[in-house]
């Protein structure tokens, strides 16, 4: 995942859309792409899921596969976390919004989620 966290570092930052109400990402075209083929992987696991279960595959294996889908899901949401951290809710509390932290702790807690 390194190489992943450096180009979540090096992506070009709009610091203008960082907690306006228009709320937009900024993410790189290189690290857009990075999300989006992980995605598309996932998209493809979901689509395998299902057709386990419609060709009646022993359960164990269908939870294999959920659980290897639910970590590369984990993996972008990491990503687009710790992006958002050092971006984002860096830039508003360097501003004095310190209301960012409260929104950061819901955020947190949603990824938690189980």
Do not use: F, P, W
């Not at 995942?1 to 090096?10: R, Y």
């Not at 999300?35 to 696991?45: A, K």
């Not at 659980?67 to 972008?76: G, I, R, Y």
């Amino acid at each position: 995942m390194g190489k992943e966290l450096e180009q979540v570092n090096e992506s070009t930052h709009n610091h203008d859309m960082c907690g306006t109400s228009e709320r937009k990402s900024h993410h790189s075209e290189a690290v857009k792409k990075n999300l989006t083929t992980r995605l598309n992987r996932i998209e493809g696991q979901i689509r395998g899921i299902k057709g386990l279960i419609e060709r009646d595959t022993y359960c164990d294996d269908v939870i294999t596969q959920i659980a290897a889908t639910q970590s590369a899901l984990n993996s972008v949401g990491k990503l687009l976390l710790e992006g958002h951290i050092k971006t984002c809710v860096v830039d508003r509390i360097e501003e004095g919004d310190s209301e960012v932290l409260d929104e950061l702790i819901l955020t947190i807690g949603k990824l938690m989620k189980k």
